[in-house]
């Protein structure tokens, strides 16, 4: 089942404008990550926020998470074409749940045109 | 160091066949989870293994099984295969288990039933 759902599916913006993805969650977590797919291939982690942060940054990448809104946002400043990819949204659940599931949100289709 | 190795790459098979697809996790994670991906579901949670003992088991059927080494690598087997299991299996390996670290995640076994 899904746990996350991002907004938007699908975004497309000019190189060297910047992204928002939004993403929402149903239950507790420990920590929320964000990765990137690229035509099909495997995931790519980009940044992992826990559950008592609220930013964080890594290059050209900045996370916030709100638990009691149950939502997380990634912003790519910025873009360049070669962030065209999906990203997608996964919530790791929290200590004591019983669960080492990784649950996926369906991602947004980021195109970055040139 | 090595990336998460999954093999084959690409599979055709019959329907009513069983199908083995492998996993090699980065050396020291201990933790490999398998997802399925098709563009209906997104990514879906099959499994998840730390030093041979099954954690978790997403809501997939019984045709869909695997197992651990301890060596840390992986297996799962579908069974009597439908054409509704094409789809991208991912594997993922992590040191613990989420909570502190992201996953990587192999290339992908991409298996076609016809």
């Known amino acids: 089942s899904q746990q996350g759902e991002e907004d938007p599916q699908a975004l497309s913006i000019q190189e060297g404008e910047n992204a928002t993805m939004n993403c929402s969650y149903k239950?507790?977590?420990?920590?929320l990550q964000w990765y990137r797919q690229n035509s099909g291939r495997g995931l790519v982690h980009l940044i992992l926020?826990?559950?008592?942060?609220r930013e964080k940054h890594s290059g050209r990448l900045r996370v916030t998470l709100d638990t009691s809104k149950k939502s997380s946002s990634l912003l790519i400043t910025a873009s360049r074409a070669a962030d065209t990819a999906s990203y997608f949204c996964a919530t790791f659940p929290e200590a004591g749940a019983g669960s080492y599931q990784l649950t996926f949100g369906k991602g947004t289709k980021l195109s970055v045109i040139p | 160091k090595a990336g998460v190795t999954q093999t084959p790459r690409y599979l055709i098979k019959t329907r009513g066949q069983q199908v083995t697809l492998s996993c090699s996790p980065i050396?020291?994670?201990?933790?490999v989870s398998w997802y399925q991906q098709t563009p209906g579901q997104g990514l879906q949670f099959l499994f998840e293994y730390f030093s041979e003992t099954q954690r978790n088991k997403g809501n997939f059927p019984g045709r869909f099984s695997g197992r651990q080494f301890s060596n840390s690598r992986s297996e799962m087997n579908v069974s009597t295969l439908e054409l509704g299991d094409s789809a991208l299996y991912l594997c993922?390996?992590?040191?613990?288990?989420?909570?502190?670290?992201?996953?990587?995640f192999g290339s992908g076994t991409r298996l076609t039933v016809v």
């Open positions: 050396s020291g994670h201990r933790s």
């Open positions: 926020i826990r559950s008592n942060e």
């Open positions: 993922a390996s992590t040191t613990r288990g989420g909570t502190n670290y992201g996953y990587t």
């Open positions: 239950t507790s977590i420990n920590n």
